[in-house]
């Protein structure tokens, strides 16, 4: 069964600080890993998608990596913003399929 | 550019009753989709479509219908709802399928149903 386990289940830090958010799968065959913010009561936003030669791609503050051997991938998160509390859900995509597997997400809360 | 619009935002409906959720979107985008997502859970595709006319089950169809009549919009329909329908339901829409474009998903702001 395809799965997508996030890790930390939820998160506190400071304004400013650096944090990483952790994603395991065992999605099969892998197509491709996307990353979303949800902000609350808003729909999911795109951060980042890799495919399978992707091991690194970034989006402002954000930065994603892809270890597909070890069917890893972590979202980094520099110099944190209180607008940065948000959801943090990954998703990934199995190649033929049209039914991705999404994670449960990381609660990220930066305080002031 | 609006983007996907849900309507409506908020609904309770009783047990046994029917509603539609609608969902439109402006971008001109061939694939959409219905998600749940219930708390602490990750969403479940309920069902998708790749184009006007063609619509197909996800994970958990079991309880809903949909259309595709035109390629802007992909109501959601529940016929007699049941309380484990309460969730948060959200659209969204891709110009092509996950598993041979990188293009991301767009989705609403989602509707949030409570059925007692």
């Known amino acids: 069964k395809n799965q997508v386990e996030q890790s930390p289940q939820s998160l506190i830090i400071l304004e400013g600080k650096n944090c990483t958010l952790q994603?395991?799968?065992?999605?099969?065959?892998?197509?491709?890993l996307r990353w979303y913010k949800q902000d609350t009561g808003r729909g999911p936003v795109s951060l980042t998608i890799?495919?399978?030669?992707?091991n690194t791609k970034s989006n402002g503050r954000y930065t994603a990596t892809l270890d597909a051997d070890t069917k890893q991938s972590s979202l980094h998160i520099t110099a944190s913003q209180l607008s940065d509390s948000a959801s943090y859900i990954c998703?990934?995509?199995?190649?033929?399929?049209?039914?991705?597997?999404f994670g449960r997400g990381t609660s990220l809360i930066v305080h002031p | 550019n609006a983007g996907v619009t849900q309507t409506p935002k908020f609904r309770i409906l009783k047990i046994g009753q029917s509603m539609t959720l609608q969902c439109t979107q402006d971008?001109?985008?061939?694939?959409m989709y219905w998600y749940r997502q219930d708390p602490g859970m990750g969403l479940k595709l309920i069902y998708y479509?790749?184009?006007?006319?063609?619509?197909d089950k996800g994970e958990v169809p079991n309880g809903y219908n949909v259309s595709r009549s035109t390629t802007e919009d992909f109501p959601l329909r529940l016929e007699l709802a049941a309380p484990s329908q309460t969730s948060v339901y959200f659209c969204?829409?891709?110009?092509?399928?996950?598993?041979?474009?990188?293009?991301?998903?767009?989705f609403g702001d989602g509707t949030r149903l409570s059925i007692l």
């Open positions: 890799m495919t399978f030669s992707e």
């Open positions: 969204a829409s891709s110009p092509g399928t996950d598993f041979y474009s990188n293009q991301p998903q767009h």
């Open positions: 994603c395991n799968y065992t999605v099969s065959p892998f197509s491709n």
């Open positions: 971008m001109n985008h061939n694939y």
């Open positions: 998703v990934v995509a199995s190649g033929g399929s049209y039914i991705p597997t």
């Open positions: 479509s790749v184009g006007a006319g063609i619509t």
